[in-house]
């Protein structure tokens, strides 16, 4: 079965910390996205990558960055964590446009991100 | 710009049918439907590409209008396993390769 997995499912990060969030995928899939999900807002885009050491900012990325060094692994990086950013963090992969038609995003299960 | 989705809750009984909607001001190169249950990773149910396309199967199925700024998601005969928070996700450009989400319908079907 196909895979994205986030490294914790939980965490819990004091005012100021840097934070890394990992997410690996098992599907050689060139898409990478990293969105927060808070209720009533859905889910925002911070940042993607379409392809190693590419990336692009999302709708929200003030206060974060990303890297991709390996196609298979894509982390976010709270640079200094604060109160805001308290969150369900949510990565996802997916081949590129030329090849699904009938392929969406795959998901992790998230990490639920309390900054304290 | 973020999709418009209507309505935000719906409560149903076993057996009763839904319709979710997901408008866009601008046409859209595609639409996505994901299904959310609690505490889980959202769950990809179908793509729509084509302008009038309708996808999908009997119990589950969706629409994309002839000008690509509306889709609709369909469930018929509602099962409890249908529960969940449903998200359509748009992509505005051929090649954008990201997805906007709306704000999400959360959907509660009781026996």
């Known amino acids: 079965d196909v895979k994205v997995t986030q490294s914790s499912r939980y965490l819990v990060k004091r005012t100021g910390e840097k934070v890394f969030l990992e997410c690996v995928q098992d599907m050689d899939h060139e898409n990478m996205f990293w969105y927060r999900q808070d209720p009533g807002l859905g889910l925002r885009l911070i940042y993607f990558?379409?392809?190693?050491?590419?990336?692009e900012k999302g709708d929200i990325p003030e206060g974060y960055s990303v890297s991709r060094e390996k196609k298979e692994r894509f982390s976010l990086i709270l640079e200094s964590a604060s109160t805001n950013q308290t969150s369900m963090y949510l990565c996802?992969?997916?081949?590129?446009?030329?090849?699904?038609?009938?392929?969406?995003?795959?998901f992790g299960s998230g990490t639920r991100l309390t900054v304290v | 710009q973020q999709p418009v989705q209507s309505p935000q809750a719906v409560i149903l009984r076993e057996g009763e049918d839904a319709v979710i909607n997901c408008s866009s001001s601008k046409a859209l190169y595609s639409v996505h439907w994901y299904r959310q249950k609690h505490g889980e990773a959202p769950v990809f149910l179908m793509i729509l590409l084509k302008g009038g396309e309708q996808k999908g199967h009997e119990k589950i199925s969706a629409s994309f209008n002839e000008k690509k700024q509306q889709s609709s998601l369909y469930l018929t005969a509602s099962q409890l396993s249908y529960s969940g928070t449903y998200f359509c996700g748009t992509e505005t450009n051929f090649g954008n390769e990201k997805l906007t989400f709306g704000t999400g319908t959360r959907l509660t079907i009781i026996p």
């Open positions: 996802a992969s997916s081949l590129c446009f030329r090849y699904r038609d009938n392929y969406g995003y795959t």
């Open positions: 990558s379409y392809d190693v050491k590419m990336k």
